[in-house]
T-cell receptor
Framework: QKEVEQDPGPLSVPEGAIVSLNCTYS??????FMWYRQYSRKGPELLMY????GNKEDGRFTAQVDKSSKYISLFIRDSQPSDSATYLC????????????FGTGTQLKVEL | DTGVSQDPRHKITKRGQNVTFRCDPI?????LYWYRQTLGQGPEFLTY????????KSRLLSDRFSAERPKGSFSTLEIQRTEQGDSAMYLC???????????FGPGTRLTVT
């Protein structure tokens, strides 16, 4: 079993829909949680960063962390075709260099 | 601040050849990471530098792989005697001392034929 599980999709939604992307993890010591967006053949782009449990909002994006359930989510409101990409969740421990452990990524397509 | 840059962006090489990749982190970021990403997978950690010191290496980093960061600025990743299984995207990321957010470069896509 992988440390971080993420549904690979693909997930197809109509423009304007609310998108929900999720990851579960097994290591309760993870403290830092990130979401990256990756377009085809490009490097990952940091979207959201959250420490420990709670919610964080930035524009159309909301990140949620539920450490008791070992479950994190990214919500995208008013989705646009330009949001079509692969979304990667990543997490790290305190200390140990903070190397990131990634999910496999969810491929999202927002259709006109 | 310019972002993380990597060179080359693409490399095609024959099995058995040596290749070297370069990463220039965001200026004043003292931590630098190398990851490898294969198709349909998330990036996997390879190694990490704090300034010029290499502090951790993954078991994924076989003896054919070596990384350096000689002056605590740019880093190089060398693969000796490349194998077809080395074909992947090699990603570099950096972060500053005061934050935990890692910023990635565009990657170097390696194809071993």
């Amino acid at each position: 079993q992988k440390e971080v599980e993420q549904d690979p999709g693909p997930l197809s939604v109509p423009e304007g829909a609310i998108v929900s992307l999720n990851c579960t993890y097994s290591n309760s010591a993870f403290q830092y949680f990130m979401w990256y967006r990756q377009y085809s053949r490009k490097g990952p782009e940091l979207l959201m960063y959250t420490y420990s449990s709670g919610n964080k909002e930035d524009g159309r994006f909301t990140a949620q962390v539920d450490k008791s359930s070992k479950y994190i989510s990214l919500f995208i409101r008013d989705s646009q075709p330009s949001d079509s990409a692969t979304y990667l969740c990543a997490m790290s421990l305190t200390g140990g260099g903070n190397k990131l452990t990634f999910g496999t990524g969810t491929q999202l397509k927002v259709e006109l | 601040d310019t972002g993380v840059s990597q060179d080359p962006r693409h490399k095609i090489t024959k099995r058995g050849q040596n290749v070297t990749f370069r990463c220039d982190p965001i200026s004043e970021h003292n931590r630098l990471y190398w990851y490898r990403q294969t198709l349909g997978q998330g990036p996997e950690f390879l190694t990490y530098f704090q300034n010029e010191a290499q502090l951790e290496k993954s078991r994924l980093l076989s003896d054919r792989f070596s990384a350096e960061r000689p002056k605590g600025s740019f880093s190089t990743l060398e693969i000796q005697r490349t194998e077809q299984g080395d074909s992947a995207m090699y990603l570099c990321a950096s972060r500053g001392q005061a934050s935990y957010e890692q910023y990635f470069g565009p990657g170097t896509r390696l194809t071993v034929t």
